[in-house]
């Protein structure tokens, strides 16, 4: 079974989302051992005895400084795709805490929004760059 | 220079070229350093069996080993830009990962993050193995794009083939990775001809003294 | 946390009641938590408790839209309340509230900004009635603010729930006071969406997400030929398989097709898609299995010969004597698209005896709980009172979920299961059976006069009939009025116009798609205009200006365009900007693209300028969201594959062979918005019908190709 369906349906934390099963959209984006895996082609086995974390678990208090500039920035609008774009966009700042567009396009190129609040994704993680160097969040 | 006459047509080369394979040669035999020089080679079946520098054989194994080099499921990795290619046609690979330093991906976008250590099953799922990768940022080895002279010479300059020497070319025709393109995932071809018939082909390119092409 | 069970509330009964895990609130979300409470409802849309709490009900579900915070807005904004102390609760079609649950036609503003904002200043004002009698005082002398009465005079203040039992004993005055304008907290100032804390933390509960005790998984395998009925399966090996309780055929009604597929529940969703794998199926194809794409676009081509049924007629386009060089005609052709939310469709269902209960993501819960001739009591054969609702945050519209042939099929699937069950369609699933944006070929003709003035303008759509796809008693012997939308209605002033439709048979699912045939026939109207402003030597703008001489909100928004979008300063060398505009039902917007050329045919979208027109406006924040989603979203239509059919069979599958637009391909907009007090209009819809038109005449401008078929490929030029 992928990461993805025992996540929903067996643990039943649901932020974490189905949209393609093939890698394509990145709905399904987890933490696993620090990386943004796409939970819906990751099998269970990959992740036994490894730390994963959903967005759920991002931060104590949805204050992860790229949660606090999605709020800040009013960037969702059904909101279904942002589980997944939020936990590639924390990766993108932990290695890189001060991405220009371009490192932005190439994090972010793999979560699709049909929304289309990309403009504001990259407003977003620009904001959310300035807040984690301030020691916000 | 007869036996090569001989197989011209086979290999479509024109005579005006056979003068330029003798010049190849003889640059790629004053090179120094050169990769191909047997006596180095620590591999069993090179110390087992005599071989022989033969620009003809060589190259003409290299003439096939090209063919496997050129298919999509290896050229896809080995792209002339920094993002890999996808598919049959080898198209640029959708969401445009990129190559990152280590050849492994950047940020959010990995390439284990989505390629498993197997393929994932399923028609357009991602093909999986533990190493998947692309050559790193400053040894790109690019395939997309080149002659057979330049993928030849390419090859066996260690400043280019990711500092392998012989005995690492050789062991390369049998890495985990270059036979996953021989277990490429639902609904994808294979490269045109048997795993055993390339590292055939590989072997003797090298150990016939690793010649290239001549330039078209 | 409080949370509130709708239920009780409607009946007023008070009392402890189980709180609903549906519940949002602006503070956050909890589940499962209970409360005693006693409230008072003051109109469907308020409810306030003797607590303080104060709860307003959003009537038009959440899709990405906005109608979370802009609906909630217009009642408080009259209400004297914050966004923050309040509750906003989604509505599940009950009857108290409307037949006007349902978001589309980016109707929820447009059609109710005043209507909202009257329900509010009627509440506020049996609020200061009540406080100024137990005061004892002129009404005259209180105010409200901020939830609470105050009297100015001596600064004495009630808050609403402590006038709750006065309150509620007062009538509603059915023509309250207005507030001015210029006194808005909330209204016309960007505001923050309450949604959205719940979109960044994953808590926010989508259809999708809903579990339901001993809940069990459905996956549904339908024709992949069009058309194509069941004939027989055996579901032996699938059953075989541990986990898998049941498979049975299931009737899903698509507009007016009906069709039939297998569906498999089990404990995991996982085990039914494995287990749907291994189903034998027979479908009976005979007759749809040839069905091409290509064919079909060539018997469009030739009905353009056709007269079809006439939409709109100014003067007579007939015996102008037009010299030929004065004439112009071309044919547009658009592709079918699918709408794509994100969330793919699903919906839980749970029959017992006479009653079903259903969790879903919908666009029209009125629909689904309604008694219409057309609503979903109809469908499955419950009476409407037997059907309950519960509505979610919506993972993504666009007109595909005012559709219910989703609902109808897990409805049909939980009849013949014991239990609740949750049907997801795949991507695939969601891909390959539509219902699609029809696609629309457009045959265009106009004429000069000798003094060079446009005189003439024709535009014919040829198209399958989205009307006949979805309502079984349409009459096909009339214009489907739908296809022709906006065409007859231009402000152009063009002495001789006449616009007609010719339908074609067709037999696959057809469905409104984010701004219907306008996202069509506009790109081929407004290029055409392009082409003839060509033909006339004159600058795009400068043309559509001169047929716009009396005053018309087309003429306000194009000259402010102008100058927004710097049209008249020159642009470097391989770039080239484009315009079009479009009013339509849903609004009226305009665009101006500029594009860069580049050496290797390929065209960059560089930036877009966007003016739409709304008479007024609610958020402002949240209407440039939504202009810059529009155009992303118009800008996959114009330039990405569409659908498209070969062996009967949608050719397309996911998204790496229908591909959506991602973040690297974004241009840059600036959007300017009008809300000069002029007739309200909507913000969802009217962003995308002037772009794909206004990028194909910027691409014109950068190298003189025209391009008269979407999709168009931005790499070969």
């Known amino acids: ?104 396009d190439a994090a972010m190129s793999g979560n699709i929004c049909r929304c289309g609040t990309y403009l504001r994704i990259r407003k977003a993680i620009h904001l959310a760059a300035e807040l984690q160097q301030k020691g916000k969040g | 220079m007869t036996e090569h006459s001989g197989n011209k047509t086979r290999y479509a080369l024109p005579v005006s070229m056979v003068a330029v394979l003798g010049l190849m040669v003889s640059i790629l035999t004053g090179m120094g350093s050169a990769p191909m020089d047997l006596r180095d080679a620590t591999d069993s079946e090179a110390r087992s069996e005599s071989y ?107 400043n280019q083939n990711g500092r392998k020497t012989k005995e690492q070319l050789l062991a390369h025709a049998n890495d985990g990775l270059v036979l996953a393109a021989w277990n490429p995932g639902e609904g994808r071809s294979t490269p045109p001809m048997s795993h055993e018939a390339f590292s055939k082909a590989w072997n003797t390119w090298i150990k016939k003294g690793g010649f290239a092409p001549p330039a078209q | 946390m409080r949370r509130i069970s709708r239920r009780s509330f409607i009946k007023n009964t008070g009392g402890a009641s189980l709180a609903l895990w549906l519940g949002i609130s602006t503070k ?142 007062l009538e509603l005055p059915k023509e309250p006071k207005l507030k001015d304008p210029k006194d808005f907290k909330i209204l016309g100032k960007p505001g923050k969406r309450p949604d959205v804390p719940l979109k960044t933390s994953g808590k926010a509960v989508f259809g999708i997400d ?81 069905f091409n794409s290509t064919e079909y676009e060539t018997q469009l081509r030739g009905l353009a010969n056709e007269e079809g049924l006439p ?36 919906c839980v269902a749970q029959v017992q005896g006479e009653k079903v209960e259903i969790w879903t993501s919908t666009q029209v819960p009125s629909t689904i709980t309604g008694s219409g001739a057309n609503d979903l009591h109809k469908h499955i054969g419950f009476a409407p009172d037997n059907i309950k609702l519960h509505a979610t945050f919506i993972g993504g519209g666009f007109g595909r979920r005012l559709n219910i042939d989703y609902i109808i099929e897990a409805v049909n699937v939980a009849k013949q299961v014991e239990k609740p069950v949750k049907v997801i369609w795949t991507r695939e699933d969601t891909t390959e059976q539509g219902p699609f944006r029809p696609m629309t070929f457009s045959q265009l003709k106009g004429g000069f006069s000798e003094d060079g003035k446009l005189i003439a303008f024709q535009h014919k759509v040829i ?147 966007v003016v739409i027109d709304l008479g007024e406006v609610v958020n402002p924040d949240n209407v440039k969201n939504q202009i810059e989603g529009s155009i992303v979203m118009a800008l996959g239509a114009a330039v990405k594959p569409g659908i498209t059919l070969g062996n009967g069979r949608v050719m397309q599958h996911n998204f790496y062979d229908n591909p959506l637009v991602r973040i690297n391909e974004v241009p840059e907009v600036e959007v300017h918005i009008l809300a000069d007090g002029g007739k309200v209009k909507g913000v969802g819809e009217p962003g ?11 691409i014109f401008a950068a190298t003189g190709k025209r391009i008269r078929r979407m999709p168009f490929d931005l790499d070969q030029l």
């Open chain 1, 1 to 104: 079974m992928p990461l993805l369906w025992a996540i929903r349906d067996v643990i039943g934390l649901t932020g974490t989302k189905y949209g393609c099963g093939v890698a394509q959209c990145g709905a399904c984006v987890v933490h696993l051992n620090g990386e943004a895996v796409r939970s819906c082609v990751t099998k269970v086995s990959r992740a036994e005895g490894q730390k994963v974390v959903t967005i759920e678990g991002l931060s104590g208090n949805n204050d992860h400084p790229v949660q606090t500039a999605w709020q800040e920035i009013d960037v969702p609008q059904c909101g279904y795709c942002h589980s997944g774009q939020i936990m590639s966009a924390a990766v993108l700042l932990r290695e890189n805490p001060n991405p220009s567009d371009e490192d932005i």
């Open chain 3, 688 to 698: 995308l019908p002037p772009f794909a038109p206004a990028l194909a005449n910027a």
């Open chain 2, 52 to 158: 022989k520098k033969d620009s003809i054989q060589s190259v003409k194994a290299f003439l096939e080993v090209y063919k496997v080099l050129m298919s999509p499921r290896c050229m896809n990795c080995h792209p002339a830009g920094d993002v890999p290619l996808q598919g049959e046609d080898s198209h640029l690979h959708a969401m445009s990962p990129q190559r990152g330093k280590d050849g492994k991906g950047v940020f959010a976008m990995k390439c284990s993050n989505c390629h498993q250590a197997s393929n994932t099953p399923g028609l357009h799922t991602p093909p999986g193995h533990p190493d998947w990768h692309l050559p790193p940022a400053d040894m790109k080895m690019v395939f997309e794009g080149r002659t057979p002279h330049q993928l030849a010479k390419q090859l066996m300059d260690p």
């Open chain 3, 210 to 290: 809903v579990q339901v005790p001993d809940m069990l998984y459905a996956s549904v395998e339908r024709c992949p030929v069009i058309g194509g009925t069941l004939k027989n399966f055996d579901a032996q090996e699938a059953l075989k398989m541990p986990g898998v309780e049941k498979v049975v055929a299931v009737e899903r009604l698509m507009g007016v097709y009906r069709t039939v597929g297998v569906a498999v529940v089990a404990n995991t969703y996982w085990t039914a898609l494995q287990a749907r794998k291994r189903l034998k199926i027979e479908w009976d194809t005979h007759g749809f299995e040839t």
């Open chain 3, 311 to 346: 939409d709109n007629t100014l003067g007579s386009v007939e015996n102008l004597n037009l010299l030929p060089q004065n004439t112009l005609e071309a044919l547009y052709e658009t592709p079918m698209v699918a709408h794509h939310p994100l969330e793919p469709m699903n």
């Open chain 3, 463 to 609: 198209a399958p009939s989205y009307l006949e796809a979805v309502r079984a008693d349409f009459d096909k012997t009339k214009v489907d009025n739908i296809m022709v939308e906006g065409i007859g209605e231009q402000a152009y002033e063009i002495p001789n116009l006449k616009t007609s439709f010719v339908r074609a048979d067709y037999h696959v699912p057809l469905g409104a798609w984010r701004s219907v045939t306008s996202s069509t026939v506009a790109f081929a109207h407004e290029c055409f205009i392009d082409e003839l402003a060509y033909l006339a030597k004159k600058d795009p703008m400068d043309f559509r200006l001169e047929l716009l001489s009396k005053p018309s909100d087309t003429k306000r928004v194009l000259e402010k365009l102008r100058v927004f979008s710097r049209w008249d300063t020159p642009l470097g060398p391989g770039k080239g900007r484009g315009v079009a505009q479009w009013e339509f039902f849903a609004g009226l917007c305009a665009q101006v693209v500029e594009v860069s050329f580049r050496p290797d045919k390929s065209v960059v979208v560089d930036k877009v300028f």
């Open chain 3, 28 to 169: 956050g979300f909890a589940s499962q938590t209970s409360l005693p409470t006693e409230g008072k409802r003051f109109t469907p849309y308020i409810l306030v408790e003797s607590n303080g709490n104060i709860s307003i009900f959003n009537t038009k579900p959440e899709m990405g839209q906005g109608t979370f915070q802009s609906i909630p807005a217009l009642i408080a904004e009259e209400f004297e309340v914050s966004l923050e102390q309040i509750t906003i609760l989604l509505t599940n079609g009950e009857k108290e509230l409307g037949n006007g649950q349902r978001a589309g036609g980016s109707a929820s503003i447009r059609n109710n900004y005043t209507e909202l904002r009257k329900v509010g200043a009627s509440a506020k004002e049996v609020f200061i009635t009540a406080a100024s009698a137990k005061w004892a005082v002129d009404a005259g002398t209180c105010y409200a603010e901020y939830g609470k009465v105050i009297h100015q005079p001596t600064n004495r203040s009630f808050t609403y729930g402590e006038l709750v039992e006065e309150a509620s004993k």
